[in-house]
């Protein structure tokens, strides 16, 4: 039924060998759809359509103008193209689509169209017409190349360990040898760099709460925080369900966190267990090592992916032919790993910085959750169905990750090894929560409280941090590692507020392993279902779609976790 033999669309409005250059050459077109009149049902979904490729060709230029710069940050040409279209093209976008927003909205012919089918997307056009300023323009672009430079700053990050220089990714796979003192020298040297830069990252996070700030105001908003979850399309949930998730995460989890590191300590042997321990082995264990190279990386995933559900494998298949890989660590890329749809070519793009650990494995099946769903949603009629809820996103992603672990045996030669990467991605799955709560609470302070200096935004986080930090972890003497420890997380500089949905998405990932571990032929139905469904439903019935409540409530986090830990008995006995 789904192939992974994607074509690129075909275009009807633009040429086929359009590209990106000017603002010029790009105007005519938003000044036909504009002009253009609609005087039936079936010119406004031919106008629709027009828009849609449109859309989808500009979304591709920018996406791959990001991904470049994102590949090498040092590349100042690439910097500059990226620069151009953020600064250029963008601003003068979005009046044109404030006004065609404006123009579908005052059609007659709306209330013709299949209601149930265009609910999200007129709901979201009405959004943005809501949120629509003249003034933020301005501010949207020069914040979107501001964003980037936390990219650039950390790309530059390096430390040195036995006469070699590692990027600060690479360097933690030190932090699972069994060498203590050596782990405790690398997360020092790890933390002491990016101290280095504390006072720029500082610097650089100020002037973006500030812009926010303005950007909030400038809405008709009291803060940011308002403003972005109306942006962000948070239609299902508010901030006090945020704090219900944050109650819910000391109530139900963090005694499992606990648990989890009582056990670690006991097994390493050590009389305290200290930040430089939680990924380590004991010595009769040997740390994992999956793959060496970001080319085994992929074909031992696609061999993982055939034995699940060859349609996943396929997809991964296509974006390594068409090049849509980038996967190894090194010097000048940026951090962290992303899957960036492309809505033109319907083939995404993974970015990652492997470095042979387990949690490379982690991140790339994970990754390839997510291109799973950009392959499921590129068949759907308009580019704007295709823009799905991130919370539904990250279902794709932290699902595949459970789905695929009994496949695993591909990077893993012994059973012993399959078990001990199993344990590791369950205890995972339980000790992120803590962590989720610590960044999304923060969010919410920084941006209600937006006057804030920078010594007291290092006061909440050190107060926040430790709120979830588990008693069984020794944090004596790190103080200064800590007070700037949420530099790290690139959400905060570069995509705000998006990180509770990590949380409510491990949710319903573990909701859809526990259908899985029932019924694999069905759980793997319902969730390419809801994945093919795009933006097309709320996130309450996308979630339906994948045989889950959307209710992250005390009660159904106490389930899951009841669950999980179940689950886990199996490797801990």
């Given at each position: 039924m789904y192939s992974a033999d994607i074509k690129k669309l075909p275009r009807h409005f633009l040429p086929a060998d359009f590209t990106v250059t000017t603002w010029d050459k790009l105007e005519p077109f938003f000044i036909d759809l504009l002009e253009r009149e609609i005087n039936s049902k079936n010119a406004l979904e031919n106008w629709l359509r027009d828009i849609s490729e449109l859309e989808a060709a500009l979304s591709e230029d920018g996406c791959w103008r990001q991904i470049r710069m994102t590949?090498?940050?040092?590349?100042?040409?690439?910097?500059?193209?990226?620069?151009?279209?953020?600064?250029?093209?963008?601003?003068?976008?979005?009046?044109?689509?404030?006004k065609l927003n404006k123009k579908l909205i005052g059609s007659p012919f709306i209330k013709e169209l299949d209601q149930k089918k265009f609910f999200t997307y007129l709901?979201?056009?009405?959004?943005?017409?809501?949120?629509f300023r003249d003034e933020n323009i301005p501010i949207l672009a020069e914040m979107s190349v501001m964003q980037q430079q936390y990219g650039v700053i950390a790309g530059k990050m390096t430390v040195e360990v036995d006469g070699k220089e590692y990027t600060l990714q690479q360097a933690t796979k030190f932090l699972e040898n069994n060498d203590r003192q050596l782990r405790e020298s690398v997360y020092r040297k790890i933390g002491n760099r990016r101290l280095q830069d504390k006072e720029v990252m500082n610097n650089l996070f100020s002037s973006l709460i500030e812009k926010r700030h303005q950007i909030a105001l400038n809405a008709g908003f009291k803060n940011y925080r308002d403003y972005k979850f109306v942006e962000m399309g948070r239609f299902d949930y508010k901030p006090e369900d945020c704090f219900q998730f944050h109650q819910a995460v000391k109530e139900k989890i963090l005694p499992l966190v606990n648990e989890i590191y009582e056990r670690k300590k006991k097994k390493l042997g050590v009389d305290e267990l200290r930040p430089w321990d939680l990924e380590a082995h004991p010595a009769d264990e040997k740390p994992l090592n999956p793959f060496k190279t970001g080319d085994e990386l992929v074909e031992k995933t696609i061999a993982c992916f055939e034995e699940l559900k060859p349609f996943f494998a396929d997809c991964l298949k296509k974006m390594k032919t068409m090049g849509h890989l980038d996967l190894d660590s090194r010097k000048g890329k940026a951090p962290g790993g992303y899957n960036c749809p492309l809505a033109e070519s319907g083939a995404p793009f993974i970015f990652m910085n492997a470095a042979g650990q387990m949690d490379d494995v982690t991140t790339m099946v994970h990754e390839g959750g997510h291109a799973v769903h950009s392959f499921l949603a590129h068949t759907l009629e308009l580019t704007s169905f295709k823009e799905y809820p991130m919370e539904i996103a990250e279902v794709a992603s932290m699902?595949?990750?459970?789905?695929?672990?009994d496949h695993w045996h591909v990077f893993f030669t012994s059973e012993q090894e399959m078990r001990q990467a199993k344990e590791h991605q369950l205890e995972r799955v339980i000790t992120i929560f803590p962590w989720i709560a610590t960044i999304d609470k923060f969010q919410h302070w920084l941006y209600e409280n937006p006057t804030h200096t920078q010594e007291e935004r290092s006061d909440k986080w050190v107060e926040i941090f430790s709120e979830f930090t588990s008693p069984v972890l020794d944090i004596s003497g790190l103080e200064e590692y800590r007070r700037y420890f949420w530099q790290k997380q690139l959400h905060l500089f570069e995509v705000p507020f998006y990180y509770i949905e990590y949380g409510i998405a491990q949710l319903g990932a573990i909701g859809l392993w526990k259908q899985f571990k029932e019924n694999k032929e069905q759980a793997l139905n319902n969730y390419i279902s809801a994945l093919a469904k795009g933006g097309t439903g709320t996130l309450p019935e996308l979630f339906n779609t994948a045989g889950l409540r959307f209710d992250f409530s005390p009660t159904v986090v106490g389930n899951l976790m009841a669950f999980i830990h179940d689950e886990m008995k199996a490797f801990t006995k």
């Open positions: 590949c090498d940050t040092e590349s100042k040409e690439l910097e500059n193209a990226f620069t151009f279209f953020v600064m250029e093209i963008q601003p003068k976008v979005q009046p044109y689509a404030d709901r979201t056009v009405k959004k943005n017409i809501e949120l699902a595949m990750e459970l789905f695929t672990m």
